[in-house]
């Protein structure tokens, strides 16, 4: 890292809405986060120098493109802000904070906003899911399936199977704590869901299979929402903070990044890994590279993870490559209990896609954002105690494309 990245505030829409249900529509999805973003890092609008969106399938789910224009629709002092739109499937929100981050460290800006957002609860699930399997290779995999998503991801269930073995309990397992920690989440999807005993197992009713092993409460909840931050240099930093009494140290910022992409064909992926100890080694490269560039020197230098929980295997296959555990022995920090808000390492205090929620577009952002919140205690009631730096694990398609920042305080 040559220049400090410094997260002067943000914002996140509450996940549980259904806007298409309210009569509004992804513009409005759009100003709401933007004007709360705004607030939250007390600043003008018109301090704000460039703008990043991050979004999948505005096109598809909305027919609205060149979201970028909407900035200036906003606020009418930014009509002449230069913007960008950035996708990588569920990473784009990441793939944004990157660009406006390099925008930062090249000196051409120093107030860079991004906004990563999705309305996707306007469709049928047939539909939507439909649109989602833009991120696969079209016409060469999951072409005989309803949900294309579930199906790639039982493959890789699959394929933890017959590399180390893999207990459906560890799974559900994951869910459980995820859906529990999002109680604890004011703007969660899930926070007021009750489930009736035996709901976290393979009853067929209760937790009936999607594709394969891949059942009903394994899956990450595709809904409607927006996440903002709002991103200076350390020069604005340093002056916005004399301003309003504080210290550079009162403020998150951005210590590390990883960002590496693989091929789209998930199977091209798997025959590439097969000699080695891990599934996804490119996946465990960007982990690694997020946490060096903060001059960490492992995993457990880190007070927790927001991860990419799109299914609980995703998770799960998180566990190991962020080096948490050898490769395989996931379920070793599952069941004993390290992943849980109150563990050690503490992953999806949020509650995680799986309980909080995940319009595609948003979620980088939304990592980042509650990361920052985290490390300077504003997280409420899921704050992870004593948390100084956490690190996020992005992932776009069957990780063709994966990202990763380290968020904290302090040196």
């Given amino acids: 890292m040559h220049a400090p990245i410094y997260i002067l505030g943000g914002s996140q829409t509450d996940f549980a809405r259904n806007w298409a249900r ?16 705004v607030i939250d890092a ?24 060149l979201l970028g224009g909407f900035f200036g629709q906003v606020y009418p002092e930014l009509g002449n802000l230069p913007t960008a739109r950035h996708e990588a499937a569920c990473a784009s929100g990441s793939i944004a904070i990157l660009a406006a981050m390099r925008d930062i ?22 539909t939507g899911a439909e649109y989602l399997g833009a991120a696969a290779w079209q016409g060469h995999e999951a072409t005989a399936c309803d949900f294309p998503w579930p199906f790639l991801f039982d493959r890789l269930t699959q394929e933890y199977d017959a590399r180390y073995g893999i ?9 459980e704590i995820n859906f529990s920690n999002a109680r604890r989440n004011p703007r969660a999807q899930t926070r007021n869901w009750e489930f009736a005993e035996g709901s976290f197992g393979n009853d067929a009713a209760l937790n009936p299979s999607v594709e394969g092993r891949v059942r009903k409460l394994d899956c990450g909840q595709i809904t409607d929402g927006a996440a903002c931050v709002v ?4 020069r604005f930093a340093k002056a916005h903070c004399q301003k309003k009494g504080l210290g550079l140290a009162d403020l998150a910022r951005i210590k590390g990044w990883g960002h590496r992409s693989a091929p789209i064909l998930l199977e091209t992926k798997l025959a590439a890994s097969q000699d080695q100890p891990l599934i996804f080694p490119h996946a465990a490269h960007t982990l690694t590279d997020a946490r060096t560039r903060a001059g960490l020197n492992c995993i457990t230098d880190l007070d927790g993870l927001e991860t ?4 609980t295997v995703t998770e799960y296959m998180a566990i190991d490559h962020s080096g948490l555990t ?21 992953i999806n205090a949020s509650g995680g896609l799986i309980g909080l929620g995940h319009p595609v577009g948003a979620t980088g952002v939304r990592m980042v954002l509650d990361c920052a919140r985290q490390v300077t205690g504003q997280a409420g009631d899921y704050q992870i105690p004593k948390a100084e730096n956490l690190i996020t694990f992005n992932v776009g398609g069957s990780t063709t494309t994966c990202a990763s920042f380290v968020v904290g305080v302090g040196s």
């Fill in 105 to 126: 460290e090249a000196g051409h800006y120093d107030v860079a906003c991004v906004l990563g957002l999705e309305l996707m609860r306007n469709v049928d699930g047939k």
């Fill in 22 to 37: 309210e009569e509004l529509e992804i513009y409005d999805l759009f100003a709401e986060a933007l004007q709360t973003a």
């Fill in 42 to 65: 007390d600043i003008e609008p018109a301090q704000i120098q460039v703008g990043h969106v991050g979004n999948f399938v505005g096109d598809l789910f909305t027919r609205q493109g």
């Fill in 231 to 234: 991103l200076t240099s350390e």
């Fill in 326 to 346: 050898a490769p395989g022995e996931n379920w070793k920090a599952v069941e004993e209990g390290r992943i849980a808000r109150d563990g050690d390492f503490p």
């Fill in 167 to 175: 207990a459906d309990e560890h799974l559900t397992q994951i869910a």
């Fill in 308 to 311: 990419h929980d799109c299914f």
